[in-house]
């Protein structure tokens, strides 16, 4: 028996990702609200140019930015730019930020740094890194728990390879040292956790799979569990489980007031049925591949809106994973 996960709030770095529309930046606002409300001080930051988690916890409020801002008690998020990111750290190395910005303004350097691979992501850990260590006047620190809404790149491990791959490639320097603080960091398994989002349908599941798999082999960042987003509910009131064979025994000329006939009906109901079996057959197969607990959030009807919404997913969130079958 391994020993049971650390619960997700106490852990000091929760990194979300998976592929675009997998719902990690409702996992990482729903996470963000849970871990406020239990006194924490939190931040969400999202990776980016767009703001999608003020807009989830706070509809209506004014952007946030790369500044940030507490949009709750204990509860702040702000957004990373990597070009942003990016203009602070060589501002810090250099101690001349206005050449910087000239630097960072400028076209041709831009669409250079925008064909190079790895310093994005490299420079955006440095900022997790950055926030990670930021201390109170008490010493103590100003975050207990940072929340990362990932790039949607790949498979988001493109952002976790970065600083080991750097930190092979650069011997020396302050870019060495900048790596191998961000590795460590990426690396301390009691501390940092990957936080991987599927949704239960064949291809995000083999993707999922495959994550884990490189995620074990090659990084050293800890995996306790995925989340499986979106899970249809049972489709027909307890009691009434196959309400679709039901209809399909009617005869054919029942009439229903009104309704579509009764093989029409039990058409629809036989989708339903298929559409919640396959989604708990992926469930499962997320499991029992990527030999992870899961974590299953519901499928809500008006998708993620706001706080309300968000709060749906939060018991499960923050419960303890449930451990695959096999
Ligand atoms: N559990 C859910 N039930 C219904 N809709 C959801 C759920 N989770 C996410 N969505 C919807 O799916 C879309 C993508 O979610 P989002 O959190 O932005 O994903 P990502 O950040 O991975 O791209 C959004 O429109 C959101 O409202
Ligand atoms: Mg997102």
Sequence with gaps: MSPAPTPLLDRRLVIVTGKGGTGKTSVAAALG????????????????????????????????????????????????????????????QL???????????????????????????????GKVWHLEQMQLPDGSPRFDLILVDAPATGHGLTFLDVPRVVGAAVRAGPLRKHAGLVEAMIEDRERTLLLPVALAEELPARETAELALRVRRDVGIAVDRVVVNAVAGAPFPPGLDDLDRLLAKLPEATALEGL?????????????????????????????????????????????RGPLDLERLVPALVGAPRANAA
């Design 95 to 125: 101690g001349v930020r206005p050449v910087v910005d000239l630097v960072l303004r400028n076209r041709a350097f831009r669409q250079l740094m925008e064909a190079s691979p790895g310093w994005r992501e490299l420079i955006t850990l």
């Design 33 to 92: 609200l849970a871990a406020a409300r239990s006194g924490r001080r939190v931040l969400v930051a999202e990776v980016g140019r767009d703001e999608h988690v003020p807009r989830l916890l706070a509809p209506g409020s004014a952007p946030v930015g790369y500044a940030g801002r507490e949009l709750a008690p204990g509860l702040t998020v702000l957004r990373i730019d990597p070009f942003e990111a990016l203009g602070e750290y060589l501002g810090l």
């Design 260 to 304: 579509p006939s009764a093989k029409t009906l039990a058409s629809c109901a036989a989708h339903l049925r298929s559409r919640f079996e396959l989604n708990r057959y992926w469930a499962a197969e997320i499991g029992r591949m990527t030999e992870l607990p899961i974590v299953e959030l519901p499928h809500l009807a008006r998708g993620i």
